[in-house]
């Protein structure tokens, strides 16, 4: 039979992922069940915590636009219009909706069912790959683009790719399960169940698995009363169960789970129910397995007995990040789990080091990340920047305490070097003589920037005063922080100095229409991510912290974090802040993973319209920040 | 007598169907089942002329449903060359046509007691009317709606009067597949649905004003 209308849908659809990997049949039938509907502007489709709905959407017309709400504001963060898809993964995973869904103008809307996407998964590798990639996205995203069509980008990323992903790799199930015999009576198996500790007890028949008795069968069936505990445990298993080889990978495992409805597979020798029991897969199991990867690499790093093995490490943990960006993980998470690999290694580095030098240190030391590393902001592997802390010493002792320090740290960032961190081309690092100094020195030099704040001495401030220990005495840090603190509140003009440099960018934008490019050199044309738009943000947070005279944060997004509840008057701007500091991270980050460099100029001819509106979102924070700078220390005066 | 002697000769289909118009209908846009439906037809004549195809699309609850949707063609002897250029319908095409007889039967099984609803309903009302007159049959006994006077229904459009490529202009709507019935059908339902929100934005919106032929009294 003819019909026109699907015909109409299916050639739309056809145009867009994953639709357009689909066969003409598999669309033709998603087509001819397309629910049609019109939301008009400033109407929801869905709001976030809603129950998910029976269909997910395609937007045929307008543009629908996904907020999430933080406190009592919505942000917006993306903006699906003509093919993009919204609404997927909470179908999928079973979840709430995590964001909402408005219209930004009136919309007409392809509802397309997830009962028929769920079939086709089971036929259309493709798609299955592409449902691989949106699952992989299952820890919470919530600033992540992760509704829009771009959510298929990364199919070929994962067929390329064989190492790091979880979600390709083998599932390590439970050998060796519980098991008990179907003449068993079901307070015997809770019994066996609480000795051994576990969640699930699987009912074997000549070694081959018959079903499953989970806790939650003990909590519905038993429990209710609805079943007694004298009864044999076939009368509440579930049977048959679902079986499997022993390569099942995570995503096969997480399909299976999904579409059965189920939170346990059976592994057995041939694959079949027929076979024998070899171990069981839960649930709980790939939960584990996708929270292990970063700290089984930790795990590497402390057993690491040369720095090949570290340099491995880390290029490991580049395509960690790799996979973890094209995944939509929060760029908040990232940064952790990134930074503290890299701390584990400036640790291990250290250790290797220490045992290579002939005698202990002589006295208590601390050996600091600074800047970027120092706040872990640093993803992207760039430059080294460190100095070490050393306790003071007699004044006879001070050369062979020095001289044992600087050959350390010439030890120390020659392993950095090795595993890639490359040398600091301004040589601020420990190695330097500058650099590698004593507590009362260092009180000395701080004290000397902030009393005669020349443009190097703020700048030196601005890389310095970040820092973060990473290896060493905790005191001789806080003894450092003490210091810059008293010498801040003797000398506060010096916060001025700070401020007029965080002002020294404008905000990037003119009349938010025109990005400002560099305007000569080699990166003429190019948009400076890094100065424009994220030093900014580093250099307000540092100099509101400053002021406030917080101590332990080092790190923008807490520095800010902190500020929304010192100055809660401000505390929008300030979550904003954050919001736009984390989007330019992730951004930047994408960049360089993307051209292979530091992320740090864009090139502003290569940014779809969609990453053009989300940098554009991100630089009134900063115009408004700047303001309030400009404001509260009076710096119109100054420049 | 006669009247229930006739009604004993209907087929089981219409009988069907004219069952349902005794149960009690709801009474709330959110709870009626809409047929949107066109019809393309060999000329404007309602005696001479015959129709070539119907196509029709359900809203349920606001939500056109793509899987409740109806096409048929139809199989006729009156013929006129001139006006395939508007609805592209060959005489022996390569669509499966039905007899006029075999397109009641579906079309009535298919309408059910919902609401038709099309732009300018008349003419597709009473061109199915006179297909069940060549067939003995009464007329359609469903409640309608014209999106054509519907659309006056809204603030400031009370003297307008436009066809559906004007329409469709006025409201956003792309005009693909205009001319074939079932392309037609899908677009008067977008229609349908805009204006609707439209109109509830304008007031408090019933039902029963759907069918209130407003604007009317301020013609008189």
């Known amino acids: 039979m003819k019909n026109t209308i699907a015909e109409r849908i299916y050639d739309f659809l056809k145009n867009f992922p994953p639709f357009d990997v689909l066969d003409k049949d598999q669309l033709f039938k998603i087509a001819s069940n397309v629910k049609v509907t019109y939301v008009e502007k400033d109407n929801f489709v869905f709001k976030q915590e809603e129950s998910p709905h029976e269909h997910f959407y395609v ?8 907020y999430r709400g933080m406190d009592n504001e919505q942000i917006l963060v993306d ?14 995973q079973n979840d709430l909706y995590l964001m909402s869904a408005k219209a930004n103008e009136e919309s007409v809307l392809y509802a397309v069912s997830v009962e028929i996407l769920k079939e086709i998964i089971e036929t259309n590798d493709k798609v299955k790959k592409f449902l691989i990639a949106s699952f ?88 209710t009363g609805m079943v007694s505990i004298d009864e044999s445990v076939t009368k509440i298993m579930s049977s048959p169960v679902k079986t499997y080889k022993q390569k099942i990978t995570v995503a096969e495992a997480q399909i299976s789970m999904i579409k059965n409805k189920i939170t346990h597979l059976c592994i057995t020798k041939d694959g079949t129910p027929n076979s024998k029991l070899i171990g069981v897969l839960s649930e709980h199991d790939i939960v584990v397995m996708h929270g292990n990867n970063p700290s089984l690499l930790i795990k590497k790093v402390n057993r690491a007995k040369d720095v090949n093995a570290l340099k491995y490490i880390r290029e490991k943990t580049s395509n960690l990040l790799l996979g973890y960006i094209e995944q939509n993980i929060p760029i908040i998470f990232i940064s952790k789990i990134i930074s503290e690999i890299n701390e584990a290694i400036t640790i291990k580095a250290i250790e290797l080091s220490i045992e290579e030098m002939d005698k202990q240190p002589p006295v208590k030391f601390g050996w600091l990340a600074l800047g970027s590393q120092g706040r872990k902001e640093q993803l992207l592997m760039t430059d080294q920047d460190n100095a070490l802390v050393f306790e003071d010493v007699a004044p006879e002792k001070y050369q062979p305490t020095k001289q044992y320090f600087l050959q350390l740290a010439k030890k120390v960032t020659e392993k950095l070097n090795i595993v890639g961190f490359e040398y600091c081309p301004a040589n601020m690092m ?25 443009e190097d001495a703020i700048m030196m401030c601005t890389i310095f005063f ?44 003119g009349f938010f229409r025109q990005f400002l490019v560099e305007n000569d050199g080699a990166h003429k044309d190019h948009f400076d991510i890094k100065s424009r738009a994220m030093m900014p943000l580093v250099d307000a947070a540092r100099l509101l912290t400053l002021s406030h005279q917080i101590k332990d944060k080092n790190n923008t997004i807490s520095r800010f974090k902190k500020l929304t509840k010192i100055e809660p008057q401000n505390k929008d701007l300030y979550l904003s802040c954050i919001d736009s500091f984390r989007i330019l991270l992730q951004f930047r980050t994408q960049q360089g993973l993307k051209n292979n460099d530091t992320g740090r100029y864009v090139d502003l001819n290569n940014l779809s319209k969609f990453e053009k509106l989300k940098l554009k979102g991100c630089f009134k924070p900063i115009k408004d920040v700047q303001e309030l700078l400009n404001i509260r220390y009076n710096l119109a005066q100054m420049m | 007598m006669i009247s229930w002697f006739k009604y004993k000769n209907y087929p ?33 004549d309602f005696k001479n002329d015959r129709i070539l195809s119907i196509g029709a699309i359900s809203i349920f609850n606001n939500i056109i449903d793509v899987a409740d949707s109806f ?59 006179a297909a069940l007159k060549r067939l003995d049959l009464p007329k359609l006994k469903n409640k309608t709606i014209d999106t054509g006077i519907l659309y006056k229904k809204l603030e400031g459009k009370k003297d307008n009067h436009f066809n559906l490529d004007a329409l469709c202009k006025e409201f956003n709507i792309p005009k693909n597949d205009r001319h074939t019935a079932a392309g037609d059908a899908f677009i008067t339902a977008l229609l349908f649905l805009k204006i609707l929100a439209t109109l509830k934005k304008q007031r408090n919106l019933h039902y029963s004003d759907l069918f209130r032929v407003s604007g009317q009294e301020g013609l008189l």
């Open chain 2, 71 to 129: 096409e048929i063609y139809l199989k006729q002897e009156e013929f006129k060359a001139d006006t395939v250029e508007i609805h592209g319908i060959l005489k022996e095409g390569k669509l499966t046509k039905l007899s006029e007889a075999e397109a009641m039967e579906k079309f009535i099984n298919y309408i059910g007691n919902s609401v038709l609803v099309a732009h300018h309903t008349a003419f597709d009302i009473e061109m199915i009317n």
């Open chain 1, 430 to 454: 420990a190695s330097n003589p500058n650099w590698c100094l004593s507590l009362s020195e260092w009180k000395n030099q701080f004290s000397h920037w902030i009393k005669s704040p020349s």
């Open chain 1, 59 to 66: 937007v045929k017309d307008g543009a629908i636009g996904l």
């Open chain 2, 12 to 44: 089981h289909y219409w009988k069907q169907y004219s069952k349902k118009f005794k149960q009690k209908q709801p009474k709330s846009i959110e709870n009626n089942r809409f047929v949107i439906f066109d019809t393309e037809t060999t000329g404007l």
């Open chain 1, 466 to 509: 970040d820092y973060n220990l990473v290896f060493g005495d905790k005191k001789l840090v806080y003894g450092m922080s003490d210091s810059i603190y008293e010498s801040i509140k003797s000398f506060e003009i010096f916060l001025n100095f700070l401020g007029r440099n965080a002002l020294r960018n404008p905000p990037p934008i």
């Open chain 1, 136 to 223: 992989s996205s299952n820890i919470k995203t919530p600033y992540a683009k992760g509704t829009n069509g771009q959510l298929f980008a990364n199919i070929e990323i994962l067929q390329t790719s064989n190492t790091s992903f979880t979600e390709i790799q083998s599932a390590e199930f439970t050998k060796n399960p519980v098991t008990t015999l179907k003449t068993s009576t079901i307070k015997e198996a809770a019994q066996i169940m609480s000795s051994k500790r576990v969640g699930s007890i699987l009912i074997v028949e000549k070694n081959n698995p018959i079903g499953i008795i989970t806790d939650k069968d003990l909590r519905s069936k038993i429990a």
């Open chain 1, 79 to 92: 903006i699906c219009d003509e093919g993009d898809i919204f609404g997927l993964r909470p179908l999928i």
